[in-house]
């Protein structure tokens, strides 16, 4: 950058919008799109390659995921796998399994999920699965193996 132009941008008298635009951040997107053949898989990989700011493009035909690497946005790497396949596309609705505190609860457990995944559940309805009353909690170790001694009648 020379002098002029360091000069000419103090004295800017502009509307206030720069010329330089901000960069966006280099980010992971995980997309779940059903991926019958390796037709399906070429067609995926293909429609999302021609972004701009894409860097990589992987896709697993077992668990239907596409991973996208680049300087990207979520939303419009879906909408442009849905536009230009035809086929359903969503951000990856899955955590590990070992994440979450009750995987068998009832909005975190799907049959349809890879294995080692469930349902990514913010639901307050689960939550109170984690939570036990005292009366609960008395009950239960009243007749446990590791304390002899909380039952007379044994």
Known sequence: MGVLDHFSHLFDCSNGSSRYKKRRQLQT?????????????RKVKRSVEGMRGVKQVDVERKANKVTVVGYVEPNKVVARIAHRTGKKAEIWPYVPYDVVAHPYAAGTYDKKAPAGFVRRSDDP????????SST???????????????CSIM
Do not use: H, M, W
């Open 29 to 41: 997107v995980e997309v779940k799109v059903r991926i019958d053949c390796e037709g399906c898989e």
């Open 136 to 150: 609960e909690v008395r009950y239960t170790t009243a007749f446990s193996d590791e304390n002899p001694q909380a």
């Open 125 to 132: 309805q689960a939550s109170y699965l984690a939570r036990a």
